[in-house]
């Protein structure tokens, strides 16, 4: 078996995987307008496992916050 598109594959899905949560992430800040308490809640998570997360993907937390 050829080693590197063993290696390709496993890539890609890991990228993906990563993609997914990342967005996941942002989808459920954006529904909480950037409450990371709340957000962390939705996901079934902890809010300082959600903080860990979003400095990984660099998630700018201010866009989520309400203007007013």
């Known amino acids: 078996m050829d080693n590197d598109k063993l290696d390709t594959g ?9 993609d997914c949560e990342k967005t996941v992430i942002i989808h459920a800040l954006t529904r909480t307008k950037g ?19 979003i400095h990984k993907y660099r998630i700018d937390r201010e866009q989520f916050k309400c203007a007013g």
């Open 10 to 18: 496993e890539n890609v899905l890991e990228r993906c995987v990563l």
């Open 35 to 53: 409450n990371q308490t709340a957000a962390a809640k939705l996901l079934g998570t902890t809010r300082r496992i959600l903080d860990y997360k």
